[in-house]
């Protein structure tokens, strides 16, 4: 394998670091910034900022870069998708657009009508329209297709009823996409329906989910007697399970959470060479733990070959399938280990929360010039612990791997 950009590719990379070098506003400079929050906030300058920002992209093209160029986006190969992941996230420059962009508006491109990608492509494209997903539920996490929401067929409208759970930044989201079953007679794979709604249609309420850490990110979502016309249902009526799985094969090479592993473990390696770092870490008194740091920065260079073998296989018509199982299971484990190697290089200190200035945290507290790193590692530490749930626990991710992967037998 070549590593090394070809020319081209050099030159594509160029222009990305290029773009963010004159166009990422200092709002969002070093990771700051959350545009989806920022785009209807009441504060004019983080609204200016998410303006900006958006503009910068869209005057490039660069909003929707993996959507072909007849719906609005830029065409980009996967290996420049690649490159502009990879540039994005070392400068922690915001994505636009969230999962209207990287998720739902390639599903409604493969699977929507055409009244439906009218409607909708142009809105996430300019930031109007917000989406979330509306997919696991209080009994159907790891066991999706078991979910029981219901939608009921009434004249021209679905009646919907039930409830969904970890609906992650609904409080954000204009409309929603949800997997309803349709015909609760058919084996449980069928009989599902993907429909698209607005959030604030009369019925949908949200109840704040405060996570360990004392943030405001998720939600639980109820639907009571909620109607949404017919014509909302993308793809065919009870094959909504097909579609809701095109939608999450737009969530494979993983290059964000391997960059954003290199990035953490040489936050750390730098921290305990400084100054300050030499005083409050405990490397010196521990040999153990000068190799746990060394394990860390390898695996997060063994993260990023995974993600770079996935987007090789899709740069060569191939589709990855228990190769993005293992850079899942991987990442999800490393985030964890890289957490808690962090907190145990530094002790003590480790037990100071520091400041936290995203705006869903519940706590007010200043910052505490005791915690290393702001507090760093310690939050990461807490907020890990549901990455090897999320997105599909690692009990899924190794028996996709045993049985696709290896060929062993269903047990």
Request: net charge negative.
């Amino acid at each position: 394998m070549d590593w090394n950009d070809t020319p081209e590719q050099a030159a594509f990379r160029a222009e990305v670091k290029a773009l963010i070098d004159n166009g990422l506003p200092e709002a969002y400079q070093g990771g700051k910034g959350e545009w989806i929050q920022d785009r209807k906030s009441e504060d004019a300058s983080k609204r200016e900022a998410a303006q900006a920002w958006q503009d910068a992209l869209a005057d490039k093209g660069w909003i929707a870069p993996h959507w072909p160029k007849e719906y609005g986006g830029a065409g980009l190969s996967p290996l420049e998708q690649f490159i502009f992941k990879q540039e994005m996230t070392e400068a922690g420059a915001p994505a636009v657009g969230g999962q209207g962009v990287s998720q739902l508006g390639p599903t409604i491109i493969v699977h929507g009508t055409d009244e439906q990608k009218a409607e909708h492509l142009p809105k996430i494209l300019s930031g109007e329209v917000n989406w979330q997903q509306g997919y696991s539920e209080p009994g159907s996490g790891s066991d999706l297709a078991s979910l029981q929401t219901r939608a009921v067929r009434d004249g021209d409208d679905f009646v919907i009823n039930g409830q969904k759970i970890w609906t992650s930044g609904a409080q954000y989201a204009d409309w929603l996409y949800v997997l309803t079953r349709t015909d609760p007679e058919a084996p449980k794979h069928r009989g599902i329906s993907f429909m698209l709604m607005e959030k604030d249609l009369p019925g949908i309420s949200l109840r704040p989910l405060i996570d360990m850490s004392g943030h405001y990110h998720f939600n639980e979502t109820f639907f009571e007697d909620v109607r949404v016309p017919a014509t909302n249902v993308v793809g065919e009526l009870n094959r909504g399970w097909y579609v809701g799985a095109t939608l999450l094969d737009f969530e494979r090479s993983n290059i964000t959470g391997a960059i954003t592993s290199r990035k953490s473990i040489q936050k750390l390696i730098d921290y305990v060479h400084s100054d300050e770092g030499q005083q409050r870490s405990r490397l010196d008194e521990s040999v153990s733990l000068r190799h746990d740091v060394a394990d860390r920065w390898i695996e997060s260079e063994v993260q990023f070959q995974f993600s770079f073998r996935i987007i090789s296989m899709q740069s060569a018509g191939q589709i990855p399938n228990y190769e993005a199982s293992t850079s899942k299971l991987f990442n999800s484990e490393l985030s964890q280990k890289l957490a808690r190697t962090g907190t145990q290089v530094l002790g003590q200190y480790a037990q100071f929360w520091g400041h936290d200035d995203d705006d869903r945290n519940t706590y007010d507290d200043p910052p505490n010039d005791y915690a290393p790193l702001d507090g760093t590692f310690t939050q990461s530490y807490v907020r890990s612990v549901p990455a090897t749930i999320a997105a599909g626990t690692s009990e899924i991710q190794r028996n996709i791997i045993a049985t696709r992967g290896l060929g062993l037998p269903r047990g």
